[in-house]
């Protein structure tokens, strides 16, 4: 009797089991559409305000306006008037535009600086600002506050989302994978007022937002927090490796969100690739991680010893020490998809080693655009390649105005008397015009107005209207306004420079010795007369004939275009050009001295044109041969 009631207490648990192993079947099926669906449902918002980009721009404004109502800053301009009920929201885009002048970021500084010493009145925005966002310095050479709130965190989340999800069409990940992910947070500070400082990537890092990225596109990263708000790259980037490796066998791609630091971080294992194998070997974790937080972190990982996989990841470096390191990723990760990262503006530099790196069969597929104030557009066709790529602008972001621009034509210098050429650059301007009157082919400055508190903003990035999906432009990326070498009439950008390098970089790679330039950037001299161009190489490699350089240095100097500099070079009033090589690890010292004042790797752009005296002071010190152009301007 007691046996047979064993055996049906026997039966009822296995039927329990079944019926619990049915439904956890059932929920993992109900997850996986729920995730497809999700995808599904925020393409087709996209579709849906991309088709109505207009109105959907109007709106935005008038929905920016009605949180903002009264702010000390916009007072400036409407006085105590009620403008968003005063009239309709068509009027009031117009009344707006009219009426609130263009704004930089100098116009902002003072309310900032009040908000950071704890002033809450709505000073910007109704809603109360408690964090700051510092950027990275390393575009204008200073730091400067940008506000961050909610908004700020959400429009992040929600461009992930979108992207991953045209990601996903063409490049289908397995649910449940990992992201090898090299993502740096630098640590916050509180200003006298209270308010919490940081890096907009730090405040992103930390936010709930991105901890739900994770749960709805079911892609997890390999590090934990710990690691990721370490506050010491170095430390960072070794466990990142370490934990990539231990899950090899999961990471669907690779990403960071420049590819200088995907660079870095592979230049970093061409190194340290021994000690971390034997960090697997042994399920142990090296001295050099000493932050105790950090190490318990990556140890109740990695604790468990690996000696097959440190075996196997041996013998695959091995054999790409003796090939240059070429196709690393793809041997290393095999069932990455492929590697996603900004590539396009100062990061295409970096494209031909990340290329190596990646090998020939590897997807890079370039990430979003954005700025620390805005998120601007998304990448919706992720298999072009990062030189062909296309930001598609996403209209509930921001308010968005573009400044129609027109290159000075030859030697018609005159014409900037009469025009507006706002930055000493190269460019004439038109009125601003809203999204829906862009043209196809026209170059503009954007314009931000945002739920965060800036209105009529100039950002300083030119682009160009490459098409438009639905009725959304989509855009190139061009150069920013105010990265200019210029001496006496010349006029030169980030974007003319990269195409001279690139010209002496060809000679290199022409040349006998197997040599490449690992960074660069450049100074406009005139602390003596003529002034002139210094250009600065890092290179690695064989070691270079003088002579293959001294032809480097004479085919940038002829290889810019700019009529002002060509004139200037034929005149002499504009001297030869000066290539400075220095030695290895100098930007790796620049790169530190942005992250001892507060930067974070992850933002970290090497500045290509500076005046900065403490960077000129480390690139001067540290070089180590110098040659001028021959070359007659001719």
């Known amino acids: 009797m007691r046996e047979r009631e064993r055996e049906r207490e026997r039966e009822r648990e ?331 503006g100062s990061m295409q530099p970096y494209l031909s080693k990340l290329r190596h790196y990646a090998g020939g069969g590897l997807p890079l597929v370039s990430g979003d655009y954005g700025s620390t104030e805005s998120w601007i557009g998304v990448n919706i066709d992720p298999f072009l390649p990062p030189e062909k790529v296309t930001f598609t602008v996403i209209p509930t972001f921001s308010y968005f105005e573009f400044i129609p621009l027109r290159r000075r034509i030859n030697n018609n210098y005159q014409e900037c008397s009469s025009k507006s050429c706002s930055g000493g650059d190269d460019f004439i301007e038109d009125d601003p015009i809203p999204l829906s009157r862009v043209k196809i082919g026209q170059e503009y400055e954007i314009v931000l107005t945002t739920f965060t508190g800036l209105y009529r903003y100039r950002l300083g990035d030119v682009v160009e209207v490459a098409g438009f999906y639905r009725n959304t432009p989509k855009l190139n990326y061009i150069c920013r306004r105010n990265l200019i070498l210029t001496v006496n009439i010349d006029k030169n950008t980030e974007r003319d420079l990269q195409l001279v390098v690139k010209r002496g970089s060809q000679i290199l790679k022409t040349s006998a010795s197997r040599t490449e330039i690992v960074d660069f950037t450049s100074h406009a001299d005139v602390a003596n007369q003529p002034g002139h161009y210094v250009i600065y190489w890092e290179i690695e490699g064989e070691a270079v004939e003088e002579g293959v350089l001294r032809d480097c240095c004479r085919e940038m100097d002829a290889s810019f275009v700019d009529h002002g500099y060509v004139v200037s070079r034929k005149s002499n009033s504009i001297g030869p050009l000066e290539l400075r090589i220095v030695e290895r690890g100098t930007f790796k010292k620049i790169l530190e001295y942005f992250i001892s004042n507060g930067a974070a790797l992850s933002q970290f752009k090497t500045p290509r044109c500076t005046t900065n005296p403490v960077l000129l002071k480390i690139l001067n010190d540290c070089t180590v041969c110098k040659f001028y152009s021959t070359s007659d301007g001719s």
């Not at 404004?61 to 105590?80: A, T």
């Not at 263009?102 to 000073?123: C, K, N, V, W």
């Not at 950090?294 to 790409?320: F, H, M, Q």
Request: aromatic share 10%; with cysteine.
């Open 14 to 344: 296995r039927e329990r089991e079944r019926d619990r192993i049915k439904k956890s079947k059932l929920a993992t099926m109900s997850c996986m559409k729920s995730c497809e669906e999700y995808r599904n449902d925020i393409i087709e918002w996209f579709e849906d305000v991309a088709g109505r980009a207009g109105d959907v721009q109007t709106e935005t404004l008038h929905r920016i306006l009605e949180l903002n109502c009264g702010v000390e800053y916009l007072k400036n301009f409407f006085g105590d008037i009620n403008y968003v009920k005063e009239v309709d929201k068509i009027a009031l885009e117009s009344l707006y535009t009219s009426s609130v002048p263009l704004s930089s970021h100098a116009d902002f500084e003072p309310y900032l600086q009040r908000i950071a010493d704890g002033e809450t009145d709505p000073l910007i925005t109704q809603e109360p600002i408690t964090t700051l966002s510092l950027s990275s310095g390393t575009t204008e050479g200073r730091q400067k506050y940008v506000p961050f709130t909610h908004h700020s965190s959400n429009t992040t989340l929600q461009i992930f989302k979108l992207a991953a999800a045209y990601r996903s069409r063409v490049y289908p990940t397995r649910e449940g994978g990992r992201i090898l992910e090299f993502i740096y947070s630098s640590k916050c500070f509180e200003t006298r007022g209270g308010v919490t400082v940081g890096t907009a990537t730090t405040h992103v890092y930390a936010s709930d937002e991105f901890k739900i990225k994770q749960q709805q596109t079911k892609s997890f990263t390999c590090s934990p927090k710990e690691v990721i708000s370490s506050g010491d790259y170095t430390q960072s980037t070794y466990c990142h490796l370490l934990l990539g490796l231990h899950f090899s066998d999961e990471i669907e791609y690779i990403t960071s969100t420049f590819a200088y630091s995907l660079v870095q971080a592979f230049r970093t294992f061409q190194e340290i690739w021994r000690e971390i194998c034997n960090d697997l070997r042994e399920g142990t974790l090296s001295s050099r991680i000493t932050i105790q937080d950090v190490r318990k972190s990556v140890l109740d990982i990695v604790a468990c010893p690996n000696p097959s996989l440190a075996s196997r990841v041996e013998k695959k470096c091995n054999e790409l020490e003796g090939n240059d390191w070429a196709g690393l990723i793809s041997e290393i990760w095999p069932n990455a998809k492929y590697v996603n990262s900004i590539m396009t």
